[in-house]
């Protein structure tokens, strides 16, 4: 079965979160108490447990139906991304906010592993440690390119972007 055009839809979406992420990291930098980093902040957590949820059904989409297996740098982003779910449901549950600095430490930790493995397969291959195995494809493979520069970890990479950049406004708002 062709995937292409849930892809190119996976890819627009990607780039719609980054120009979120450029415009929301600015505000919450420059202008930390304008409305719509308050009304971000207020939100974010339910937010962000959408975008996690649906980074992770995005991703085993692109594993389980569209058939792109995971290497092991998609596995550790995912072991970044899945518990934050969790985190976000139980927090949303709850009624609290404990979670925010365990979805920086996770968020950061995923988009370094993104972005480390987004540079290895656009640019230097030799980086990637990982090779192919009977389990995994190597994690320099690159299953689709679309506008030019989206890749699964530069979808990762953006995810995890958005993520920090919720939190970033929901400790904003906390601040105030």
Same mark, same amino acid.
């Given at each position: 079965?062709? +995937?292409? %055009?849930?892809? =190119? &839809?996976?890819? !627009?979406?990607?780039?719609?979160? $980054?120009?979120?992420? @450029?415009?929301?990291?600015?505000?919450?930098?420059?202008?930390?108490?304008? &409305?719509?980093? *308050?009304?971000?902040?207020?939100? #974010? !957590?339910?937010?962000?447990?959408?975008?996690?949820?649906?980074? #992770?059904?995005?991703?085993? +989409?692109?594993?389980?139906? %569209? $058939? +792109?297996?995971?290497? @092991?740098?998609? &596995?550790?982003? *995912?072991? %970044?991304? =899945?518990?934050?779910?969790?985190?976000?449901?139980?927090?949303?549950?709850?009624?609290?906010?404990?979670?925010?600095? =365990?979805?920086?430490?996770?968020?950061? #930790?995923?988009? #370094?592993?993104?972005?480390?493995?987004?540079?290895?397969?656009?640019?230097?291959?030799?980086?990637?440690?990982?090779?192919?195995?009977?389990?995994?494809?190597?994690?320099?493979?690159?299953?689709? @390119?679309?506008?030019?520069?989206?890749?699964?970890?530069? /979808?990762? !990479?953006? %995810? +995890?972007?958005?993520?920090?950049? !919720? /939190?970033?406004?929901?400790?904003?708002?906390?601040? *105030?």
């Amino acid at each position: 079965m062709d +995937f292409t %055009a849930s892809i =190119y &839809w996976l890819s !627009l979406g990607t780039i719609l979160a $980054q120009i979120v992420v @450029v415009i929301g990291a600015l505000l919450v930098v420059v202008k930390p108490a304008s &409305w719509p980093v *308050r009304v971000v902040g207020k939100n #974010a !957590l339910g937010l962000a447990f959408i975008l996690s949820l649906v980074g #992770a059904v995005g991703s085993l +989409f692109l594993s389980e139906i %569209a $058939q +792109f297996p995971p290497c @092991v740098f998609c &596995w550790y982003q *995912r072991i %970044a991304l =899945y518990p934050q779910v969790l985190l976000f449901g139980m927090a949303l549950a709850r009624g609290k906010d404990d979670v925010v600095d =365990y979805s920086i430490g996770l968020s950061l #930790a995923g988009a #370094a592993i993104a972005g480390y493995q987004y540079y290895g397969q656009m640019f230097n291959a030799a980086l990637l440690p990982c090779s192919a195995s009977i389990f995994s494809p190597s994690c320099s493979d690159v299953p689709f @390119v679309e506008f030019g520069y989206i890749t699964i970890p530069m /979808m990762s !990479l953006t %995810a +995890f972007a958005v993520l920090l950049v !919720l /939190m970033m406004a929901h400790k904003a708002v906390r601040r *105030r």
